[in-house]
């Protein structure tokens, strides 16, 4: 077991590895960098080239790559040059959003996911049953971004119950205890949906299929022998057992909570890394990109992990 985790966290930090050299890269050979965003503000051709200096963008890629690649392993991801603040304080005012959000959309989909799965296979392949597999594929299918802006456009235009944008209202920031948890959950009820959406249809379908399958095998037939009630044997036989591969299911979705939290961010105003990032690139900030990108990458490497272990925890055999 130890050998076996001992694998996996040295897969996970050359993957981190390699999604940080080609995000340096890329941004790097990207056409113009920051100094240019001040052109059209008449700051003189010299001031330009003296902050390409100190941004150490006169210097070619190589020795730009190993001095950030060596100030990244100590821990310094740079200083933002935008905000001329340090990265990792400027990360760790924005994580916490991001975690919250990205959190409470994971469990939008899971208790989602499985309320709709468990409607569906109580008359399998009924009326509601399809209706709910449409419903399902169609949220499966759509965009994270697409949703978003459903959601804007119907809940907070066209019937203006939720806020478009922001963690609080103006108000809201004066608010303490109790009457700002109320405003925080009234703008967190349209992204945290936004994400939750695809989810819940990935969740459904999976979980779906899953329970077909175990309600044909013998031990839930032998249940039923014993004279245990339809949803006796869905809840206590069928589900934990049908429930078990979900615990890789949401690993694999990981990468995808993320991306699409950080997507949703961005729709929505959100004051989190998404929105930070998406700022960043449109700066050219690049310790800022760059920091944002590794820590989004550490958090599914770690996600993934966790949930392997998790799984081979529970089943034996995947250890082997």
Known sequence: MFL????????????????????????SLAPGDITQTTAEQRVPAAARERWRHDFGLDRPWPARYAAWLGASLRGDLGTSWAYHRPVTSLLGEVLPNTALLASLGLILELVGGIAVALTQIRRPHGHADRALTAATLTAYAAPTFLVGLLLLYFFAFRLPIFPPSHMHS????????????????????????????????????????????????????AARARGCS???????????????????????????????????????????????????????????????????????????????????????????
């Open 170 to 221: 103006p108000a809201g920031e004066l608010y303490r205890g109790w009457p700002r948890f109320v405003d925080l959950l009234h703008h967190l009820a349209l992204p945290v949906v936004a994400i939750g959406v695809t989810g819940i249809g990935a969740v459904a379908r999976y979980l779906r299929g899953s329970l077909l399958d175990e309600r044909m095998e013998r031990y839930v037939t």
């Open 4 to 27: 076996w985790t001992l694998r996996r966290a040295a897969a996970g930090v050359v993957i981190v590895w390699l999604v940080a050299t080609i995000t340096f890269t890329l941004v």
């Open 230 to 320: 339809e949803a006796r044997v869905v809840w206590a036989h069928a589900l934990p057992n049908a429930a078990l591969p979900l615990i890789t299911m949401i690993g694999m979705s990981l990468p995808f909570l993320v991306s699409g939290s950080l997507v949703v961010e961005v729709v929505f105003a959100w004051p989190g890394m998404g929105q930070a990032m998406y700022e960043a690139a449109l700066a050219r900030d690049v310790p800022l990109l760059m920091g944002g990108t590794v820590v989004a990458t550490v958090a599914v490497v770690v996600g993934n992990l966790v949930a392997d272990l998790a799984y081979a925890f529970v089943d034996p055999r995947v250890r082997l």
